[in-house]
């Protein structure tokens, strides 16, 4: 045996400290993996909704694995608020549908989190966790594959020897680039913007989203019952439009595209956009290489799924690596690395499709299509059963769920 052929400086290098990172680092090192999580930002983001307004709606499942990891009970309560309903409606005719979690016994749909709310708190755990070592302000350049480990080398000169590699660094994803795995990408030549709105009538805990003909409006209820975290998809020249604009217009925009659902909006905060594309990798996994979260795919936030999914990917993952290590077996393995990309891949594909097929529905402008559409919100809106299973679908409470996303563990 080669001098060194078993040493390794962790058991885990995760290469993005963004949530679902972050998350698979607290599982992990909870359970006693080294890990060794990069991130190409210089420090620990510091919570600064003004940094990014997104504010992201967290499913049932996802509250559950991120109370796994500790971090649920560091969020800071002020900025959590949950919703009972939701409501949604298109523009074009008078079909809409209303979910209310009380319908199947539950006392909520879910909650509004800021993003850098959700960040703060799994930064907080990851500084606790004494087998968790957190390196900023570094980005990969060479990945080596070995037989029984893998070399991550970063732009410092450093190298890292570890079991596997896992690419948690989003939708441009280094790790993903450097392992030749390919990512097809459709662009929707739509953006998106987001921002947080102060409104005249309280938002009453639903979140609402009308569909307009060039992309959907949603409005998410906060703490602050006259405050909505709003994400406004539409043509980049519209969305163009809205960003430069004086607030006194955008405020008036925004009130006529929202039907004055919530009435007069008195104010906002700065307003940022996003470009969206669906994205899929084409593989999840290599010998010691797992993709995980956006650098696995990337959703229309239509239905606010994208992290909710990135969360069940790094909770499916840690289930998987977990069994393996506490069986003494080599977890980098491709074999179990395989049972990950099965169980997750498949899942995120149905959604995608499912997402991308609502989207088109909505924006096709052919007056039979809108009518059918407006009939068929209706019909499921007198369909409590088909709607009951749609929402615990929605809310993680259903489908193959990790054992993180489940009660009992
Ligand atoms: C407008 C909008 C609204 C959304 N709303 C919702 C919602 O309501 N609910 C929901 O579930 N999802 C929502 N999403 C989707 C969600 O934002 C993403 O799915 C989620 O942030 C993905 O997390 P991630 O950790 O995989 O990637 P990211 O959040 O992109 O994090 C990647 C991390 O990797 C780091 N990194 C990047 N490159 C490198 C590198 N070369 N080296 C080292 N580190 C690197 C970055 O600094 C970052 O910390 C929304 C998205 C948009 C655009």
């Known amino acids: 045996m080669k001098e060194n052929e078993n040493k390794y400086d962790g058991d885990i290098a995760i290469v993005g400290g963004g949530i679902i990172g972050s998350c698979l680092a607290c599982l992990l090192g909870q359970a006693g993996f080294k890990v060794i999580l990069l991130d190409v930002d210089t420090k620990p983001k510091k919570s600064s909704i003004e940094n990014d307004p997104r504010v992201f709606a967290i499913t049932i ?5 991120l109370k796994k990891t500790g971090a649920w009970s560091l969020l800071n309560e002020a900025n959590i608020s949950s919703f009972r309903r939701m409501h949604v409606w298109d523009e074009n005719g ?16 879910g909650y509004i989190i800021p993003h850098q709310v959700i960040l703060d708190a799994l930064h907080k755990k990851i500084r606790d966790l004494e087998n968790v070592i957190y390196i900023s302000g570094v980005s990969p350049v060479l990945i080596k ?5 893998i070399t991550l080398g970063i732009d410092n000169g450093q190298q890292y020897r570890t079991k596997l590699i896992v690419a948690a660094d989003g939708s441009n994803s280094k790790v993903r680039e450097l392992s030749n795995i390919y990512y097809s990408k459709h662009d929707y030549k739509q953006s998106a913007l987001a921002c947080i709105v102060t409104s005249e009538i309280s938002h009453d805990e639903v979140a609402r989203q009308r569909f307009l003909k060039d992309g959907p409006l949603a409005f998410l209820p906060m703490k602050n019952p006259f405050e909505s975290g709003i994400v406004w998809s539409s043509s980049p020249e519209r969305i163009g439009q809205l960003l430069n604009c004086d607030k006194k217009m955008f405020h008036s925009e925004l009130e006529t595209a929202f039907d004055n659902k919530l009435g007069k909006i008195q104010n906002s905060t700065e307003r940022n956009i996003f470009s969206l594309n669906r994205a899929h990798a084409e593989h999840y996994v290599q010998p010691r290489i797992a993709l995980i979260g956006d650098s696995a795919h990337t959703v229309h936030p239509l ?8 969360l069940l990917d790094a909770a499916a993952l840690a289930e998987i690596l977990i069994d393996t290590f506490n069986l003494e077996r080599d977890f980098g393995r491709l074999q179990v690395l395989r049972r990950y990309e099965r169980w997750r891949k498949g899942e995120n594909k149905q ?6 097929g609502f989207k088109y529905l909505f924006e096709n402008q052919f007056r039979s299509v809108q009518w059918l559409r407006n009939l068929g919100l209706d019909i499921i809106d007198d369909m409590p059963i088909v709607k009951n299973a749609i929402m615990m679908r929605a809310m993680g409470l259903k489908g193959n769920l990790p054992k993180f996303a489940r009660d009992y563990c």
């Open 94 to 109: 008078t079909g809409e549908i209303r979910f209310e979690s009380a319908s199947i016994c539950e006392p909520t749909m």
């Open 351 to 356: 959604v995608m499709y499912l997402l991308d």
């Open 145 to 149: 594959n070995e037989t029984n480990a």
């Open 303 to 310: 239905a606010g799924l994208g992290a909710n999914l990135g």
């Open 61 to 65: 499942a996802s509250e559950k694995i």
